[in-house]
Structure formats: structure tokens, C-alpha cells
């Protein structure tokens, strides 16, 4: 009697056994796969972060290069808050009016400021449709 249930048991043990080996080798196998994808996403954010560090060096340049645009456009930023919040809004002050060439200047700063910003969003949606 028992050799007869080993002889039905035994193929149908080892077909779920085999089974559920292969379940094990397929979810091993996917796991590696998931792993190996996201190494190479990781190694291609890094290389991004490196060209994109180049760009902004290549841009803007050493700090030394970009130090006197950046306190120009940030004494620019100053006096608008000054003018904005301080006076206007808070009226704790009063500026008196920009003339002659500081004016055209903070006005050109600002322009160029705002100005590049929207160019390169505008560009950047312009890529964004043509792609």
C-alpha cells in the first residue's frame, strides 16, 4: 500500500517541487534584473549631474567669473525689495527716484534678469514640441 502512494505521490511532489523551484529561480532572476536596471539609472544620474555641472562651469563659469554679475543682480534684488516691501508696503521709508545711468542700468539688469529666464523657459518648451 505505501508503495503504491509513493508511486502516485512521488511525481506529483515533484511537480509542484520543480514548480515552485522555478517560481524561485524566476523571481531571483527578475530581482537581479530589477537590480542591474536600476544601477544603470543610478550611473546615468550621475553622469548627468556631471554634465550638468559642466554647462552651469561653461555658463556661468568659476566663481571668481560669476561673482560680479551675481552682486550686481543681488544689489539689484536690494533695492527692489527696499523699494517694494520696505517703503511701499510697510511704509517705513522713502527712496527717492533712480535717474540717468543707475536708471537705465537697474533697468537693464532687471530686464536681462527676468528677461533670460523667460527666453530659456520659452526655449525649453519649444524643445519640449519638437521632440
Not at 67 to 83: D, I, N, R
Not at 94 to 113: K, R
Request: glycine share 10%; proline share 2%.
Amino acid at each position: 500500500m505505501q508503495w503504491i502512494l509513493s508511486l502516485i505521490s512521488a511525481p506529483l511532489f515533484n511537480t509542484l517541487l520543480k514548480g515552485w523551484q522555478a517560481k524561485l529561480d524566476a523571481n531571483t532572476a527578475a530581482g537581479v534584473q530589477a537590480a542591474d536596471v536600476a544601477k544603470a539609472a543610478m550611473n546615468s544620474e550621475v553622469q548627468q549631474r556631471v554634465a550638468n555641472a559642466g554647462i552651469v562651469t561653461a555658463t556661468m563659469g568659476h566663481w571668481y567669473t560669476a561673482l560680479p554679475m551675481t552682486l550686481v543682480m543681488g544689489a539689484a534684488a536690494a533695492f527692489f525689495v527696499k523699494c517694494v516691501v520696505w517703503d511701499t508696503m510697510l511704509g517705513w521709508g522713502e527712496t527717492p527716484a533712480l535717474g540717468g545711468d543707475v536708471q537705465t542700468s537697474y533697468n537693464l539688469i532687471m530686464a536681462f534678469w527676468f528677461g533670460s529666464a523667460g527666453v530659456r523657459g520659452s526655449i525649453a518648451a519649444i524643445r519640449g514640441l519638437w521632440r
